[in-house]
C-alpha cells in the first residue's frame, strides 16, 4: 500500500556534499515522522536525522552541523542535505517514515530499500 523510495546516494570525496531524498507514494492519509538512519558495514543500523511533522529536528552527534534533515509535507518527501563528508559517513542510508492511510488508525513504519553512501579519496 505504501512505499517509501530513496535516491541521491553516490560516491563522493572527503568534504563533499550529497542530497538525499525519500518520497513516500501509495495509500496516504498523513505522515507523522520520518527520518534517516545509516548501517555501516559490520555496525548497527543508526539514526541519523529524524523530523516531526510538526518541523522539529533531531540530530546524532557525529552528523550535528554538517547534516539537515528537512521535509516536503506537499511532497511526501523528506530530504537530508549532508554537507563536509567524512569517510565515516560511509553507509547504506534508509529513509523512515511513521504513516498511516486512513483518517481512523494507526500509524505505521515503513522503510526504504536504502541507498549507499561512500566517502572516500
Known amino acids: 500500500q505504501v512505499q517509501l523510495v530513496e535516491s541521491g546516494g553516490a560516491l563522493v570525496q572527503p568534504g563533499g556534499s550529497l542530497r538525499l531524498s525519500c518520497a513516500a507514494s501509495g495509500r496516504i492519509f498523513d505522515i507523522n515522522a520520518m527520518g534517516w538512519y545509516r548501517q555501516a558495514p559490520g555496525k548497527q543500523r543508526e539514526l541519523v536525522a529524524a523530523?516531526?511533522?510538526?518541523?522539529?529536528?533531531n540530530y546524532a552527534d557525529s552528523v550535528k552541523g554538517r547534516f539537515t534533515i528537512s521535509r516536503d509535507n506537499a511532497k511526501n518527501t523528506v530530504y537530508l542535505q549532508m554537507n563536509s563528508l567524512k569517510p565515516e559517513d560511509t553507509a547504506v542510508f534508509y529513509c523512515?517514515?511513521?504513516?498511516?492511510?486512513?483518517?481512523?488508525?494507526?500509524?505505521?513504519?515503513?522503510w526504504g530499500q536504502g541507498t549507499q553512501v561512500t566517502v572516500s579519496s
Open positions: 523530523i516531526t511533522n510538526g518541523g522539529s529536528t
Open positions: 523512515n517514515a511513521e504513516i498511516r492511510s486512513g483518517a481512523v488508525g494507526f500509524f505505521n513504519d515503513y
